[in-house]
């Protein structure tokens, strides 16, 4: 298999099952600093040990009990909610009905080889996975009398995300949990080659340990999670070449002045630069079909020549100041809604390479699953 090919990850079976595990917690202090997520990436084969050291030094909490975790957080002024939990990787959906988690995006084989492997030596779970559904009234009311208790903890990290945790580990409440997840069914908002990855360990070491991965699941209904654009960076390409390949492919492209242009983004409308001249490009788009599904298939290949990259920025600023002075094109992007990622997964079909940008995600450290335990 080529080393760039892009695959679909393996379908988990229903029912969704988020089970209890012993949550690991650095110290506030440690969390959103990045010396921490370093010490959790590298050296991977003395990570559970150095864990191990800051659990006696009194920077880091292993919790005794299990639990199913409601972890609520705060980040650039939106507040987010989710159930972490180690999801239930064990069985694998052999028809389309069967299916508890969807992706939209591939994955590269090599890089999900690497993640499994070195969550094999770190032996953990460093974060979560971040699944987004729409959940149940019952489970939305279980989860509103948690959060209406006194939490297990509750800081503000060195990132300046303000968090709190409930452990859920009552048999009752655990039971009622389990039920309303079964039938759910999940989408995958970020961690596509960690969940790729868990499934490697799963296959290639099998046991308690392997046969769940962590992650965390929202509740889009309820506290949702913002869906970004991620602009595109064309690398030796020119603005007439691309205004070529949108007449090549029936879609209207119009001169538009500088200051005019970014005002002119929308669902179905691109805005093109070279830096110096500015394009707007009128796209159809469908509950089912994304702006930059029509990029990259209807306009890309009618390249000539074949951009020499496809670079990803999240701003529009960075994407403008990554084609200043250079022979290249900067597309920036609507956002992609809910409903037509969703619309993709229904139809089992995924989008480009970084196609989507859910935010804000939890900074690392705020729960993570120790292999050992189980």
Do not use: C
């Amino acid at each position: 298999m080529d080393a760039d090919s892009v695959v679909t990850p393996p379908h988990v079976a229903r029912p969704f099952r988020l089970l209890p595990f012993r949550g690991l917690t650095l110290a506030p202090n440690r969390i959103g600093d990045p010396a921490s997520v370093r010490a959790l990436t590298r050296r991977y084969r003395g990570v559970a040990d150095r864990l191990h050291r800051w659990e006696q030094n009194g920077q880091v909490v292993h919790d005794q009990l299990p639990a199913v975790y409601l972890h609520e957080y705060v980040g650039d002024g939106i507040t987010v909610r989710g159930l972490v939990g180690a999801l239930d990787i064990s069985r694998r959906a052999t028809a389309r009905d069967e299916m508890a988690v969807f992706p939209h995006e591939g994955i590269h084989p090599a890089q999900a080889d690497e993640l499994a492997q070195r969550m094999l030596e770190m032996e953990i779970n460093p974060a979560p996975i971040l699944l987004v559904h729409r959940g149940s009234q019952e489970l939305r009311s279980l989860l509103g009398e948690v959060a209406r208790r006194e939490p297990l903890r509750s800081f503000t990290d060195r990132g300046d995300q303000q968090h709190r945790l409930w452990a859920v580990s009552e048999p009752d409440e655990l039971d009622t949990v389990a039920q309303a997840l079964a039938p759910a069914r999940a989408l995958i908002a970020d961690g596509h080659h960690r969940y790729a990855a868990y499934l490697r360990m799963q296959r290639q070491v099998p046991g308690p340990a392997t046969d769940s991965g962590l992650a965390m699941l929202v509740d889009q209904d309820d506290t949702p999670l913002y869906l970004g654009a991620i602009h595109r960076v064309l690398g030796r390409t020119r603005l007439t070449a691309l205004q070529r390949a949108a007449e090549s492919a029936g879609i209207a492209a119009e001169r538009v002045d500088p200051d005019q242009a970014l005002g002119r983004l929308s669902r179905d409308r691109l805005v093109a630069t070279d830096g110096q001249e500015w394009l707007t490009l009128q796209i159809d788009v469908r509950t089912d079909r994304t702006a930059v599904e029509v990029l990259h298939e209807d306009l890309i290949p009618r390249l000539g020549p074949a951009p020499s990259s496809v670079g990803h920025h999240h701003t529009a600023e960075d994407a403008l100041a990554a084609i200043e002075g250079r022979v290249r094109v900067a597309v920036l992007m609507p956002a992609p809604d809910f409903e037509q990622v969703l619309g993709v997964a229904a139809a089992d079909r995924l989008l480009p390479e970084k196609a989507t940008s859910f935010q804000p995600k939890p900074n690392v450290g705020v729960l993570i699953r120790a292999l050992r335990d189980g």
